[in-house]
């Protein structure tokens, strides 16, 4: 399992301004707001990224459970009693300054439809992933793949799996025909570690999962572009997600 700490706050260093004092002046003032803003603004941040790690529901990203009575898309081929009902919520290119857009929801077949427009103007990403941390899902010592059994627009997808305390996800990428439902079976060991779209070292646990997730980036499992990713809108549904 791969960890990433948490950025530590210096008095001083790059980006932090260092404060020569002196008595009276605006120099000072200036200085002690400038210590404070950025003093405030770490905080926030580390807050923030702290939040989405521990829990999945944050505010700020937009959560969406399922609708329908807590009814959702199964995880099937695990133990975990949660994985038969999952709730997902969003997280777009938005939380850095993107202006992407995207929504999750649960059909009345009781699979999951994740659609939104990609703008890469300042952007680049769209996921939907599922909510809690606490626990793992469950997946069996000896499994080997993931299938997902999805219909989608000819666009190039990545499933996601994440574990509590690591700042990395897991990721392999899949892309449905336009109009078509496809299986798709993806090797555990074949998910690469990334953080902030590049392939970081790691190892994956499967038992140590706790959630999973479906994006949609500009850069693909290696760290490389998606050559079938650009502006406008986009549309997946996912129809079943299978742990062999």
């Known amino acids: 399992?791969?960890?990433?700490?948490?950025p530590a706050m210096k008095?001083?260093?790059a980006g932090v301004p260092a404060c020569t004092w002196r008595r009276g002046g605006l120099a000072t003032a200036a200085c002690v707001a400038a210590g404070v803003v950025i003093g405030v603004g770490a905080f926030l941040l580390a807050g923030f990224a702290r939040g989405i790690r521990e829990d999945g529901e944050d505010t700020a990203v937009r959560a969406a459970p399922s609708p329908g009575e807590g009814r959702g898309l199964v995880l099937e081929g695990v133990t975990a009693e949660r994985a038969r009902s999952?709730?997902?919520y969003v997280i777009d290119d938005q939380v850095m300054g993107g202006r992407s857009q995207s929504a999750?929801?649960?059909t009345d077949?009781?699979?999951l439809a994740f659609a939104g427009t990609i703008n890469t103007n300042g952007g680049g990403f769209c996921r939907c992933r599922t909510a809690g941390d606490s626990e793992p899902l469950g997946i069996p010592r000896g499994a080997e793949?993931?299938?997902v059994t999805a219909e989608g627009d000819g666009r190039q997808y990545t499933l996601t799996?994440?574990?509590k305390g690591s700042w990395a996800s897991w990721e392999h990428d899949f892309r449905p025909e336009p109009g078509a439902v496809g299986t798709f079976a993806l090797p555990l060991r074949s998910f690469k570690a990334s953080w902030r779209g590049r392939v970081v070292p790691g190892t994956l646990t499967p038992s140590d999962v706790t959630a999973v997730g479906v994006g949609h980036s500009l850069n693909d499992m290696y760290g490389g572009p998606n050559l079938h990713?650009?502006?406008g809108p986009f549309k997946i549904t996912v129809r079943g997600l299978k742990v062999v």
Request: charged share 20%; proline share 4%; hydrophobic share 50%.
């Open 229 to 231: 990713f650009g502006d």
């Open 109 to 111: 077949e009781g699979w």
């Open 104 to 106: 999750v929801a649960t």
């Open 161 to 163: 799996l994440h574990a």
């Open 145 to 147: 793949a993931i299938e």
């Open 86 to 88: 999952l709730r997902w």
């Open 1 to 6: 399992t791969l960890e990433q700490p948490a």
């Open 11 to 13: 008095a001083s260093g």
